[in-house]
Nanobody
Framework: QVQLVESGGGLVQPGGSLRLSCAASGRIASINGMGWYRQAPGKERELVAVINGDGIANYANSVKGRFTISRDNAKKTVYLQMNALKPEDMAGYYC???????????????WGQGTQVTVSS
């Protein structure tokens, strides 16, 4: 079994910063893409940022220049540094990973349980 566990969400004032972490564990042979999505109440889940195994990242236009995604392959962990947070960034943030399990030949998508980010004064 593979698990993704997120941490780092919380309450922050507009203009503030938070750093999210997501650690993958389990019988993992390899991880390809990792990323973050978010979902606000009443809205569709949307891509925030993704990073591939070579460290190439892509961002939603709404977060470019404010958020930075990174990963530590040895720790099987992806991070999201969020700066200059705005009220519209408030959402549940979900970690994603494309995983090849041990003894498997299929890549599978896994999701974390989500961590809440609240931006409010």
């Amino acid at each position: 079994q593979v698990q993704l566990v997120e941490s780092g969400g919380g309450l922050v004032q507009p203009g503030g910063s938070l750093r999210l972490s997501c650690a993958a564990s389990g019988r993992i042979a390899s991880i390809n893409g990792m990323g973050w999505y978010r979902q606000a109440p009443g809205k569709e889940r949307e891509l925030v940022a993704v990073i591939n195994g070579d460290g190439i990242a892509n961002y939603a236009n709404s977060v470019k220049g404010r958020f930075t995604i990174s990963r530590d392959n040895a720790k099987k962990t992806v991070y999201l540094q969020m700066n200059a947070l705005k009220p519209e960034d408030m959402a549940g943030y979900y970690c994603y990973a494309a995983v090849l399990r041990l003894y498997s030949s299929q890549w599978e998508d896994y999701w974390g349980q989500g961590t809440q980010v609240t931006v409010s004064s």
